[in-house]
């Protein structure tokens, strides 16, 4: 905690992509599950009313999850990190604003969509689309100067690119293609856009940073395993576009391998800081989730029952996506403010509540009352990060601890 309380002005989320797009990625956190919790609540206990929106809530809660709220923060790493990696200079403000407008106009758009506004669907889609073409512009421009054949960066933009292309299923969904566009929007943001992007960032991130404080650790991060979750990611993102459930695990079985084998080479043996482990601890959702994915395509093969539900995917998104977002985030917000790199009490809440909240998700699938289930993993969620939120959100509004710029 510091010491002496700093002045606190909006105007320094202006001076670096990170603080910008992570506040705005926290506070679309709390907004998008907050609504999503509060709809939830209304139909499992008519309590209150809450609107059916169009389109339906649970499409919507995906869309806002994979396309709003964590691409908030893959554009404030990467607006921050590509430079760094290129050795270029840092990316201006005027060109990474538009961006954060977009993301942000596009989420409360949206939500008041959802809400009743009848025309937010389409502006929050417009505001949305609007904010990743700047933030794609500027990333391609960066790549396009880069002399150094970063792999990582390459990877991060395609998965990028491909989010864009869910962009458009789910615009033309919206202008009155049939529901299958919107299915292929949500999968291409599972497969082909949010397991891409962590991938990639574990894959240059873990092995380094495990580097720096674990005594005689070798990192080891051969293209050869990135580049073979690729083909497997999008051979998933391919199988479930065709409904062929039953056929997931000939790409799930070896993901499963991979995800493993990652896992058991990454993993910094001895003492290693809290601050670290967390990032380790968060990747073992990894195998678990493409266990449960092989486990239900097998099932469903023989018996043609769907038998965990979601429960495969929210082990990915909650246990994966969740837990090391909490991790990722607060290693960059406590370097880039000039404060200690150690996990703060409210990041450990965050983060071991997270790793209850997706328990509780996933099984809730085969729970009885699983939409009691589900309400209590959604407010879950907000009693985690509500408190991580208040945090990280008020060190974006202060200057760096060390008295540094940035």
């Given at each position: 905690?510091?010491?002496?309380?700093?002045?606190?002005?909006?105007?320094?989320?202006?001076?670096?992509?990170?603080?910008?797009?992570?506040?705005?990625?926290?506070?679309?956190?709390?907004?998008?599950m907050?609504?999503?919790?509060?709809?939830?609540?209304?139909?499992?206990?008519?309590?209150?009313?809450?609107?059916?929106?169009d389109?339906?809530?649970?499409?919507?809660?995906?869309?806002?999850?994979?396309?709003?709220?964590?691409?908030?923060?893959?554009?404030?790493?990467?607006?921050?990190?590509?430079?760094?990696?290129?050795?270029?200079?840092?990316?201006?403000?005027?060109?990474?604003?538009?961006?954060?407008?977009?993301?942000?106009?596009?989420?409360?758009?949206?939500?008041?969509?959802?809400?009743?506004?009848?025309?937010?669907?389409?502006?929050?889609?417009?505001?949305?689309?609007?904010?990743?073409?700047?933030?794609?512009?500027?990333?391609?421009?960066?790549l396009?100067?880069?002399?150094?054949?970063n792999w990582?960066?390459?990877?991060?933009?395609?998965?990028?690119?491909?989010?864009?292309?869910?962009?458009?299923?789910?615009?033309?969904?919206?202008?009155?293609?049939?529901?299958?566009?919107?299915?292929?929007?949500i999968?291409?943001?599972s497969?082909?856009?949010?397991?891409?992007?962590?991938?990639?960032?574990?894959?240059?991130?873990?092995?380094?940073?495990?580097?720096?404080?674990?005594?005689?650790?070798?990192?080891?991060?051969?293209?050869?395993?990135?580049?073979?979750?690729?083909?497997?990611?999008?051979?998933?993102?391919?199988?479930?576009?065709?409904?062929?459930?039953?056929?997931?695990?000939?790409?799930?079985?070896?993901?499963?391998?991979?995800?493993?084998?990652?896992?058991?080479?990454?993993?910094?043996?001895?003492?290693?800081?809290?601050?670290?482990?967390?990032?380790?601890?968060?990747?073992?959702?990894?195998?678990?989730?493409?266990?449960?994915?092989?486990?239900?395509?097998?099932?469903?093969?023989?018996?043609?029952?769907?038998?965990?539900?979601?429960g495969?995917?929210?082990?990915?998104?909650?246990?994966?996506?969740?837990?090391?977002?909490?991790?990722?985030?607060?290693?960059?917000?406590?370097?880039?403010?000039?404060?200690?790199?150690?996990?703060?009490?409210?990041?450990?809440?965050?983060?071991?509540?997270?790793?209850?909240?997706?328990?509780?998700?996933?099984?809730?699938?085969?729970?009885?009352?699983?939409?009691?289930?589900?309400?209590?993993?959604?407010?879950?969620?907000?009693?985690?990060?509500?408190?991580?939120?208040?945090?990280?959100?008020?060190?974006?509004?202060?200057?760096?601890?060390?008295?540094?710029?940035?």
């Amino acid at each position: 905690m510091d010491r002496q309380p700093s002045p606190v002005s909006p105007r320094l989320l202006a001076t670096a992509p990170h603080r910008l797009m992570f506040f705005i990625g926290a506070t679309n956190l709390l907004l998008a599950m907050g609504w999503w919790a509060a709809w939830l609540l209304a139909a499992r206990w008519p309590v209150f009313s809450m609107p059916q929106p169009d389109p339906y809530a649970g499409w919507l809660h995906a869309f806002v999850m994979q396309y709003q709220m964590l691409p908030s923060f893959f554009f404030g790493f990467l607006l921050t990190t590509f430079p760094k990696w290129m050795g270029l200079p840092d990316v201006d403000r005027r060109r990474y604003l538009p961006v954060g407008a977009g993301l942000f106009g596009g989420q409360l758009a949206t939500l008041l969509g959802a809400m009743g506004w009848n025309a937010g669907i389409a502006i929050g889609l417009l505001m949305t689309m609007a904010g990743w073409l700047a933030g794609l512009l500027i990333l391609g421009r960066l790549l396009r100067r880069d002399r150094s054949e970063n792999w990582h960066a390459r990877s991060c933009f395609a998965a990028l690119a491909l989010g864009l292309a869910g962009l458009l299923c789910w615009t033309a969904f919206v202008l009155g293609a049939p529901p299958l566009w919107a299915f292929a929007s949500i999968k291409i943001g599972s497969f082909g856009l949010l397991l891409p992007v962590y991938l990639s960032v574990a894959h240059r991130m873990f092995p380094f940073f495990a580097s720096r404080v674990v005594p005689g650790y070798q990192p080891w991060r051969p293209l050869w395993l990135l580049a073979a979750c690729w083909p497997l990611a999008l051979g998933h993102m391919g199988l479930e576009l065709m409904h062929a459930y039953g056929w997931l695990w000939l790409v799930d079985a070896p993901l499963l391998a991979l995800s493993g084998l990652m896992l058991w080479r990454w993993w910094p043996r001895g003492d290693k800081p809290g601050l670290l482990s967390v990032l380790f601890i968060g990747l073992a959702w990894l195998p678990l989730a493409f266990a449960l994915y092989l486990g239900q395509s097998i099932a469903y093969e023989m018996t043609g029952v769907y038998w965990l539900g979601r429960g495969p995917a929210h082990a990915l998104f909650v246990g994966f996506f969740g837990s090391v977002l909490v991790a990722m985030v607060t290693r960059v917000t406590q370097g880039h403010s000039g404060r200690p790199l150690v996990m703060p009490a409210v990041a450990w809440f965050a983060f071991i509540a997270i790793q209850i909240v997706a328990a509780i998700r996933v099984a809730a699938e085969v729970l009885p009352d699983s939409m009691a289930w589900h309400v209590a993993a959604a407010i879950g969620w907000l009693v985690a990060f509500a408190p991580w939120v208040a945090r990280i959100g008020r060190i974006y509004l202060t200057p760096r601890a060390d008295g540094k710029p940035g």
